[in-house]
């Protein structure tokens, strides 16, 4: 998944429907890259956030696959696919954004106490 941009099966993930405080990493290198505070519930099968932890964070790519034109989120340390951002789909969020996130390419590091 973070080297050939996959995707994994929704509903499949670890953390799709986490409710977990603390910060989501990048699986390969570590880096901070959402926050629990941003992570809601879409019900799409995919672990999703409303913004990145940091507008450094991450980095966003035109992905042409499949026949259609979607924005690709990768992590901005180390270039790991992570998963696609979507816009304008009626979500009750601050950012009228859903960051539709693999599982896999992330790790949970819980808030203290958690």
């Given at each position: 998944?973070?080297?050939?941009?996959?995707t994994?099966?929704?509903?499949?993930?670890?953390?799709?429907?986490?409710?977990?405080?603390?910060?989501?990493r990048c699986?390969a290198?570590?880096?901070?890259?959402?926050?629990?505070?941003?992570?809601f519930d879409?019900?799409?099968?995919?672990p999703s956030?409303?913004?990145?932890?940091?507008?450094d964070a991450?980095v966003?790519?035109?992905?042409?696959?499949?026949?259609?034109?979607?924005?690709?989120?990768?992590?901005?340390n180390?270039?790991?696919?992570?998963?696609?951002?979507?816009?304008?789909?009626?979500?009750?969020?601050?950012?009228?954004?859903?960051?539709?996130?693999?599982?896999v390419s992330?790790?949970?590091?819980?808030?203290?106490g958690?």
């Amino acid at each position: 998944m973070l080297r050939q941009a996959g995707t994994e099966a929704p509903f499949t993930g670890e953390y799709t429907s986490t409710k977990t405080r603390g910060v989501y990493r990048c699986r390969a290198c570590g880096a901070e890259l959402f926050s629990s505070d941003a992570k809601f519930d879409s019900h799409c099968g995919w672990p999703s956030f409303y913004q990145p932890k940091e507008g450094d964070a991450v980095v966003l790519l035109a992905d042409r696959s499949l026949g259609q034109v979607r924005t690709e989120v990768r992590c901005a340390n180390c270039d790991s696919h992570l998963g696609h951002v979507f816009e304008g789909e009626g979500y009750q969020v601050p950012t009228d954004q859903r960051w539709c996130i693999n599982s896999v390419s992330l790790t949970l590091e819980p808030a203290e106490g958690e």
